[in-house]
Structures are given as structure tokens and as C-alpha cells.
């Protein structure tokens, strides 16, 4: 009798973990919660987390609260896999990320053959799109088009100093790179150094010799804050006087944490700042009122998750199929305003500006 309670209470048990299940909507956000981009993951839970919340708070989905796993992919591709394994078996029907480009390729071809929705707020690397996965999608730009905006402003800016085009060998660093050389050599700019670092390099002393050795005097970087800071730092404290010039991922107040006031003349591309669109003003007053400062890709994360509940209302459920159906075919409502993907799953209107760096903070350049 005592075994046949037991088996009972776990039945109970088992019946009741269904039932709460049920009654929720299993979503993700999946970035460098960890490692040296950890500060862009910080965003990115940030503005999902308090995407969810509002949901919530307002009624749901389809008379369903969301239910919110935020994981580490570290930037890792072979972690970012585990990790979509991982939600594909826990019953999660949306994913808001993945941050680096070469997390995001490999996990969203899981993400797609197991039916799930993935919006990335932020991975730029055009192959993500090319693939026509059919519920994938990117709410910011592509390198091939912030790439032509960086090599438009160095030739309008600068093409009278000596160029350097560096990467750091990744989906995102490299592509980004020879974008914006293909497009300077277009221009009749031809670059005196082409060379990469590496990932977690720390020393690069020898690096900065040979562009003082070529009197370089302008620097295109595809790569992210931490090697991009140090090179602009260590330039400085060699007497090396460049001008930075870098993508989106230099999108983080770690960037200056990281050179301090030898930040000055770094200029990046990035997206209009959704902290300026009066839509998303209450959202912006609500971070900040919670101490915390909505920059870089926290607002774009916040809009990502409304984009997904957006379509899944219009379609009437979760199913990718009919979600991929509405995102490619409607406008879905978003704190950075109406927002069209096109028939790969880009956003149909990104749009990318300059801005700089200066004083520990980024403002656009007019």
C-alpha cells in the first residue's frame, strides 16, 4: 500500500508539472552571459527580462503568461549549440538572441529544424539571413550595409591618413572588415596594413609598432570592445596618435572602462538610439528609474521579445509557421516603432549611423 501512495503522489506530482507548464509560454534570451562580452549579455537579459514583465503585467499571450530562460552561450558556437539542443528538448517555442554572429549561425539552424522562432537583436553577419531559414530573423542591420557606412565616413573623414584594416578572425569581426575594405578600395583607398588579432590577445606591442612603422593614422577594427580598447589604449600609451573606427560591438560603456580618455577619437557604427524614439520613452524612464541604463542592445532585446508576442496575437499562436507567416507579410509594433522583415527574415528598414565616443559616452556624429 505504502508503494502504491508513493506511485500515486508522483503521479500527482508528475500531472501537476504539466498542468503548470501548460498554463505558460516558454521563451528565451540566449547571449555572453559570460566572458569577455558579458556586458552586451547584460543587455540583452535586461531588456528581455523587462519585455516579459510588461507582458505579463498586461495580460500575456493567448491567456498565457510568459515564462522566461535566460542562458549562456558565452560566444562559444559549440556552447550556443548545447544551449538550442537544450530549449528545443525544454519546450521553448522562442528565442531572443544570440549576440556574436558565431553563436547565432550554427544555433539557428537548430532552432529551425526543431520549429522554433529566433529573432537576434544584434548578430550583423549577413549568412545568418542568406540561408532563407524560415523562422529566423534579425531585427538590427548587416555588416554589408553598416560596412558601407563605415567605409563612407573614413573616406569623407579621413582619406588623407594612412589606413589599417585589423579583425579578429570571427563570423563577425572579419566579415565586418572586409566589407568596409571592399568598400574603401572601391573608393580608390587602399590600405597599407591588413592584419588580425586574436581573441583574448592581450599584449599588443608588436602590432602597434608596425603601424607607427607605416604611419598609420586611421584604423578600421572588426571585432568586439575588449581588443578594440586595448589596441586604442596601448596605442596611446606608445605615443601613437589613431583614430579608431569600429562596428556595433563597441556598443557598451565597458569600451571606456577599457581605455579610459585614450577612447577619444573612436567612432562606430550602430542603429539610430532607441532611447531617443519617443515610443519608447516610458520603457527608457522605467530602466532608469531601476538605477539601470538602457544603452546598446537592451532596448533592441525588449523589442525583439514584442515582436515575437506581436505576430503569435495576429496568427493566433506560437506555431513558427504561422508566426513566420504574419512576420513577413505585416508590420509588427515595437518601441522602435513599426518593424517589416523581408522575405529572409532581415529587417526591411535597419538603418545605421555614426557616432563617437568621447567623454565616456556616445553621441551621434552630425
Known amino acids: 500500500m505504502r508503494r502504491l501512495g508513493f506511485y500515486a503522489l508522483l503521479l500527482c506530482a508528475l500531472l501537476l508539472g504539466k498542468a503548470h507548464a501548460a498554463d505558460t509560454i516558454k ?14 549579455g547584460a543587455q540583452m537579459a535586461k531588456g ?37 539542443n537544450q530549449l528545443a528538448n525544454q519546450g521553448v517555442v522562442f528565442v531572443a538572441g544570440h549576440f556574436c554572429s558565431s553563436a547565432t549561425i550554427p544555433a539557428s539552424s537548430i532552432y529551425s529544424e526543431q520549429g522554433m522562432t529566433m529573432i537576434t537583436p544584434a548578430s550583423t553577419n549577413p549568412l545568418l539571413t542568406e540561408r532563407k531559414l524560415p523562422y529566423v530573423f534579425r531585427m538590427c542591420g548587416r555588416d554589408d550595409q553598416q560596412g558601407v557606412i563605415a567605409a563612407d565616413f573614413i ?18 569581426g572579419k566579415g ?11 573608393k580608390g583607398i587602399k590600405e597599407v ?72 577619437n573612436t567612432f562606430m557604427t550602430f542603429a539610430p538610439d532607441p532611447r531617443r524614439n519617443p515610443g519608447a520613452a ?3 524612464e522605467s530602466f532608469r528609474a531601476a538605477k539601470y541604463e538602457p544603452e546598446g542592445y537592451t532596448l533592441f532585446n525588449y523589442a525583439v521579445v514584442e515582436a515575437f508576442v506581436a505576430a503569435a496575437k495576429k496568427a493566433g499562436t506560437v506555431d ?3 508566426v513566420q507567416k504574419v512576420l513577413k507579410s505585416e508590420a509588427v509594433d515595437t518601441l522602435l516603432g ?16 555614426v557616432y563617437r565616443w568621447t567623454k565616456g559616452d556616445y553621441t551621434p556624429v552630425e
Open 27 to 40: 521563451i528565451a534570451t540566449v547571449g555572453p552571459m559570460t566572458g569577455q562580452n558579458a556586458s552586451i
Open 48 to 84: 528581455a527580462d523587462l519585455a516579459v514583465r510588461n507582458i505579463n503585467e498586461a495580460g500575456g499571450l493567448l491567456g498565457k503568461k510568459l515564462e522566461l530562460l535566460t542562458l549562456d552561450d558565452a560566444c562559444d558556437p559549440r556552447q550556443a549549440t548545447a544551449v538550442a
Open 155 to 172: 573616406a569623407a573623414r579621413f582619406k588623407d591618413r594612412r589606413l589599417a584594416v585589423l579583425h579578429d578572425k570571427s563570423s563577425y
Open 176 to 186: 565586418l572588415a572586409d566589407v568596409t575594405k571592399a568598400s574603401l578600395n572601391a
Open 193 to 264: 596594413v591588413y592584419d588580425s588579432v586574436t581573441v583574448g590577445e592581450r599584449d599588443f606591442a608588436p602590432l602597434i609598432s608596425r603601424l607607427k612603422k607605416e604611419g598609420v593614422g586611421v584604423v578600421f577594427f572588426g571585432g568586439y570592445q575588449m581588443e578594440a580598447g586595448l589596441i586604442k589604449r596601448q596605442a596611446a600609451e606608445q605615443g601613437l596618435d589613431l583614430v579608431l573606427v569600429a562596428g556595433d560591438s563597441l556598443i557598451t560603456s565597458e569600451y571606456w572602462t577599457i581605455t579610459g580618455d585614450a577612447g577619444e
Open 282 to 284: 516610458k520603457i527608457v
Open 320 to 322: 513558427a509557421d504561422a
Open 338 to 353: 513599426a518593424v517589416r522583415f523581408d522575405a529572409k527574415g532581415d529587417n526591411a528598414n535597419p538603418g545605421f549611423i
